[in-house]
Structures are given as structure tokens and as C-alpha cells.
């Protein structure tokens, strides 16, 4: 099981990296009618009848995302002002969920009143194991089935999260293809290159979701009793 959760990591390591590469060269290919992702988002929000969301720039590359508590499309420096096949494909695929916000698309709904509970989750794992590590005399208050069956649940819900995230990202991804090609704004050539990156983009998070579930396995295996 040990073997696996490495194997995931190395995955989810070449995934990001080809992401990358796919960002990068897509990031070349000028976009014919001339838009930045700034203006696509606009664009795309408008034609959703969407007029209470601000398209804005961010600091940092891949930063992108789109935040349902202030209602803010966040486009990273490079997506905000290029005017590119990447650019396109990012900013409209934020817009994807401000339209899921905007139509209470329920997996988008059940991930944001999770996020709360899951960065508890996180921290909450990470002080376990670096208490752990230090041989904290606390922990010892405790049983070892206890012990795990804390970490059990703490990873439990970071990756019902992880999974819930998968249908959202899809989404989000089938909605921006979607209106890039019915408005014509990415042309047919254009639009498999947004697709590809798009793609790229959603196994990491494919990726994410079973590496979770296989550290989750990891864990009940110890609590089982199993090797």
C-alpha cells in the first residue's frame, strides 16, 4: 500500500508537469479574435446574464479560481491579460463556476460548505503527524485505535472533498467547451487545444481524488490490522 501511495505521488507529479508543458504551449497559440481571458470572462459572464461577478487579477501562475464568498473570478497575471488558446480555456473555465454558482449547482454548493471542515481536516492531520514524529507524550493519553481512528476520520473527509470535487471541476470544464463553441469564440482548431488543456487540468484532480482514497485505504489498513 506504501508502494502505491509513491506511485501516486510520482503520477501526480508527471500530470502537473505535463499540465505545465500543455499551459505553456497552448499559452503560445495567439487566440484569433484577439480576447484576453479578461475580456472572454467578461464575455462569458454577460452572455450567462451575470452582472454581480468581478473579473480580477491575481498574483502568482495557475492561481486561477473563482471564489463564490465575494463573488470574484480570480484569473492569474498571465491568463488575465494574455490573448491566448490557454488564456481562453483557463478564464472561461472559471467562469464555469460562477455559472454553477449562479444556477446553485449542488456539488459546487456541497464543496464550498465543506471547505471550512476540510482545512480543519488538514491542519488538524498535520499537527497529529509532526506530534508524532517528535513523540509527543500526549498522544500517549490515547490508545493507538483512537489515535488512528482520528486520522480516519480527518481523512475521511478530505477526501469525500476530493471526490466531490471531481464533478464540479467536469463541470465547470463542459461548460466553458460548451460556450466557447456555441459563441465561436475559440474556432474548431482553437477549441480542441482549450479541450486538451482542459483535460490536462482535470486529471490532476482525478489524480488527487485516488491518491486520497488510497491514503485513506492505507489507514484503515492499519487500524485492520493489515499489512
Known amino acids: 500500500m506504501f508502494i502505491i501511495l509513491i506511485a501516486f505521488f510520482i503520477i501526480g507529479f508527471i500530470v502537473q ?5 500543455k ?6 497559440v495567439s487566440l484569433q479574435n484577439g480576447l484576453s481571458g479578461k475580456e ?3 464575455k462569458m459572464l454577460r452572455d450567462h446574464g451575470i452582472n ?3 473579473v480580477i487579477s491575481t498574483p502568482g501562475r495557475l492561481t486561477d479560481h473563482y471564489n463564490p464568498r465575494d463573488k470574484t473570478v480570480n484569473l492569474s497575471e498571465a491568463v488575465y491579460h494574455e490573448r491566448s488558446v490557454a488564456a481562453a480555456a483557463v478564464a472561461a473555465h472559471e467562469v464555469g463556476h460562477a455559472v454553477q454558482h449562479s444556477t446553485a449547482y449542488r456539488w459546487l454548493n456541497l464543496r464550498s460548505a465543506m471547505a471550512p ?3 480543519f481536516s488538514s491542519r488538524s492531520l498535520g499537527i497529529i503527524f509532526i506530534l508524532s514524529w517528535l513523540g509527543a507524550s500526549f498522544l500517549q493519553l490515547f490508545s493507538t485505535d483512537l489515535v488512528y481512528q482520528l486520522v480516519i476520520l480527518l481523512q475521511a473527509v478530505i477526501t469525500i472533498f476530493s471526490l466531490i ?3 464540479v471541476e467536469y463541470d465547470a470544464s463542459n461548460r466553458a467547451l460548451a460556450w466557447l463553441d456555441r459563441t465561436g469564440t475559440t474556432l474548431p482548431q482553437e477549441h480542441d487545444m482549450a479541450k486538451d488543456a482542459l483535460n490536462g487540468a482535470a ?5 488527487a481524488a485516488l ?7 492505507y489507514y484503515l489498513s492499519f487500524l485492520s490490522g493489515d499489512d
Open 17 to 21: 508537469k505535463r499540465l505545465q508543458s
Open 23 to 28: 499551459f505553456r504551449k497552448y499559452g503560445e
Open 40 to 42: 472572454i470572462a467578461e
Open 52 to 54: 454581480d461577478v468581478e
Open 117 to 119: 471542515l476540510v482545512s
Open 165 to 167: 470535487t471531481l464533478p
Open 203 to 207: 486529471n490532476t484532480y482525478l489524480v
Open 211 to 217: 491518491g486520497s482514497l488510497t491514503q485513506l485505504v
